[in-house]
């Protein structure tokens, strides 16, 4: 579900959220 939401994010912001979710979800 989280990847759905960042992929309707920019593309700009879609890098910064997913390094700052993937490191919450390790």
Known sequence: MIKIRLKRCSK????NETSFIYSAIV
């Open 12 to 15: 700009k912001q879609h890098k």
